[in-house]
């Protein structure tokens, strides 16, 4: 967690987080983008789905209930 490195506050919390998030998001469209990913390469957009801070066990870990609503939008794209 953020705290072991001596990052206190929540609102930088927040910022590194979706620095990082956002940051990732660009990177991944380009691999999706390039022609070597074939198309087989897909970009699913989670934003938003966790909630507030109560559904997450530190900055990157979601609780249970959050991580079944991400695998069930993972297994409903699969099956499309």
Same mark, same amino acid.
């Given at each position: 967690p953020m705290l072991d490195y001596g990052l206190k506050? @929540? +609102? $930088?919390?927040?910022r590194v987080v979706k620095f990082l998030i956002d940051t990732l998001e660009v990177t991944l469209k380009e691999v999706a983008k390039h022609p /070597?990913?074939? *198309? @087989?390469?897909?970009?699913? +957009?989670?934003? *938003?789905?966790? *909630? *507030? /801070?109560f559904n997450w066990f530190d900055e990157i870990h979601p609780k249970d209930h959050i991580n079944k @609503?991400? /695998? $069930? @939008?993972?297994?409903s794209e699969l099956l499309s």
């Amino acid at each position: 967690p953020m705290l072991d490195y001596g990052l206190k506050d @929540k +609102n $930088d919390h927040k910022r590194v987080v979706k620095f990082l998030i956002d940051t990732l998001e660009v990177t991944l469209k380009e691999v999706a983008k390039h022609p /070597a990913s074939k *198309g @087989k390469v897909r970009i699913l +957009n989670f934003k *938003g789905m966790a *909630g *507030g /801070a109560f559904n997450w066990f530190d900055e990157i870990h979601p609780k249970d209930h959050i991580n079944k @609503k991400f /695998a $069930d @939008k993972i297994i409903s794209e699969l099956l499309s």
